[in-house]
């Protein structure tokens, strides 16, 4: 175990990476920092914007209505045809990159680079021990592969069950000095300069990854092009069949990392990286700068800087499970998080936006409004169309019919009920393409599903003006020991 008292490090140089892991985004690249919410430019324009709908709303009430709904019917269809899109170009799955597993085995060991897995975890004691034995089951040379289990300093329930569970020669504790934010990525920040390995992975505590994942990320990187700075494994969920929320989950998860990302990877749009299972090159993490302490996304954001510079991330067919959220307040708070950090990261990069546009193309930058800002913004919308419509299927049409005229209000109609076909859509193709049978009546309800996002997204709306950096914490364990697979893996995987 590696802590604050041990000669292998010294003080000094734990004081300068906790101070890196905390400042050194900000201070390198200052515009790339979510430590600032809002510039001052944006939040006048924000608040100009704001004021000058109130004003004409008072001044010209239906008129302003009328705007406001043909604007926001507008961004909602660009944004669901949009997702269509990428859909459709996902769905031959042609860009997913696959390694066999002779080809992973087949990989001599003399030819394996280096390697760190960085698993932050907080207040987690029930989920180490299962950690543990995932660890032991990858195939990597325990000589070329380093385990830095993140812990804060004053985590004692956490400590100490990694001491019980016995860490051995396969995981090692390094304890990060208490400091704000508290967040994930600046534990992995500071996990960061105590790393060997030239590929460095992040996995959740409670995160059980394909056994060939790391070979099968080395001999992706030896086929893919040089440019290419990350690679993405597929995220799915071993309890997806616990209950209806968790095959909710499951079934977004499978639509997400089996369409929506192999279709990103068809254009020069940004890949917003999933929360773990994200394999980079450290020497590009070192030039680009790593984690953003203070957003709450840092994936989605460390995905957008990599294509801004110019670097590629690949999805590669081999999945990881994870425990999906079987609690309705536990997921919202997780997703309400997801939600806010979006927003930060849609703020932060346009804050630079003719960079942005140079680094990402025409349709690279729209892409990344659409899915970044589109996103929470079109799940808070959603709420607002529904209590239209609920007005008017409740019998007072009169009172919708004096705000919104008719060529206003139907086309808006049709756009929601656009939007939620086409989302049902994908998400029984999706089912179907997997192979999933038990989602299927996750597929056909989801839109109860979509009221919680909304709640969500209402949520983490508000929270990025209150508190930004806030981050709130997920609770895992809820679900006992990953000892069941769920229908949601390949079945093509068959790891001896």
């Known amino acids: 175990m590696v802590t604050r008292e041990d000669d ?18 900000r201070e390198k690249h200052p515009m790339s920092s979510a430590s600032v919410a809002f510039y ?5 324009l924000l608040l100009g914007l704001l004021a000058v709908v109130i004003l004409c709303g008072y001044s010209f009430p239906i008129p302003t209505l009328v705007m406001v709904t043909l604007f926001c019917t507008i961004a909602y269809v660009w944004t669901l045809a949009d997702r269509l899109i990428l859909f459709f170009r996902g769905l031959d799955g042609s860009t997913i990159v696959r390694i066999s597993d002779e080809e992973a085995l087949g990989l001599p060991d003399d030819r394996l680079p280096p390697y760190t897995i960085l698993v932050p975890a907080y207040n987690e004691p029930e989920v180490v021990a299962d950690l543990i034995a995932a660890m032991r089951a990858l195939k990597y040379p325990e000589e070329k592969l380093q385990v830095l289990l993140l812990l804060e300093e004053d985590d ?115 890949i917003p990286l999933g929360g773990t299972s994200n394999h980079l090159r450290r020497s590009v993490l070192d030039e680009i700068g790593s984690w953003d302490p203070f957003n709450v996304t840092e994936d989605a954001d460390l995905g957008v800087r990599i294509a801004e510079s110019g670097y590629r991330t690949a999805v590669l067919d081999s999945t990881t499970l994870e425990e999906a959220n079987s609690d309705p307040i536990n997921w919202i708070r997780q997703r309400s998080r997801w939600y806010k950090g979006y927003l930060q990261t849609w703020l932060v990069h346009m804050r630079r936006p003719v960079g942005l546009w140079r680094g990402l193309g025409a349709v690279g930058f729209f892409r990344f409004t659409a899915l970044m800002a589109g ?78 996002m909304s709640i969500a997204a209402i949520k983490g709306t508000y929270q990025l003006i209150r508190n930004p950096s806030y981050w709130e914490k997920t609770f895992h364990g809820l679900t006992g020991p990953a000892t069941t697979s769920s229908s949601a893996e390949p079945k093509s995987e068959s790891v001896p």
């Open 8 to 25: 292998t490090y010294d003080t000094e140089f734990e004081a300068a990476a906790l101070h890196d892991a905390v400042n050194g985004l």
């Open 40 to 44: 001052p430019w944006q939040r006048n």
């Open 156 to 270: 004692a329930v956490t400590i100490d069950a990694a001491n019980a569970a016995g860490v051995g020669d396969v995981v090692t504790i390094l304890l990060v000095p208490p400091a704000d934010p508290r967040t994930k990525p600046k534990a992995c920040n500071y996990g960061l300069h105590f790393s060997t390995g030239e590929i460095v992975t992040i996995y959740d505590a409670e995160d059980h990854p394909d056994p060939l994942q790391l070979r099968r990320v080395v001999a992706a990187f030896d086929r893919l092009p040089h440019n290419t700075a990350c690679v993405q494994a597929k995220l799915a969920f071993h309890n997806g069949n616990q209950n209806l929320l968790t095959a909710w989950f499951t079934a977004d998860y499978a639509l997400w990392f089996g369409f929506i990302l192999p279709g990103l990877m068809r254009s020069d749009s940004p």
């Open 375 to 452: 996103t929470p913004l079109i799940a808070c919308l959603n709420m607002v169309f529904w209590l239209i419509s609920l007005a008017w299927i409740l019998g007072q049409p009169h009172v919708i019919r004096e705000e919104f005229p008719a060529y206003v209000y139907f086309p808006a109609l049709f756009s929601l009920l656009f939007g939620n076909v086409a989302v049902l859509y994908m998400n029984l193709i999706a089912c179907r393409e997997t192979r999933n049978s038990a989602l299927l009546i996750a597929g056909l309800t989801t839109p109860l599903y979509w009221v919680m």
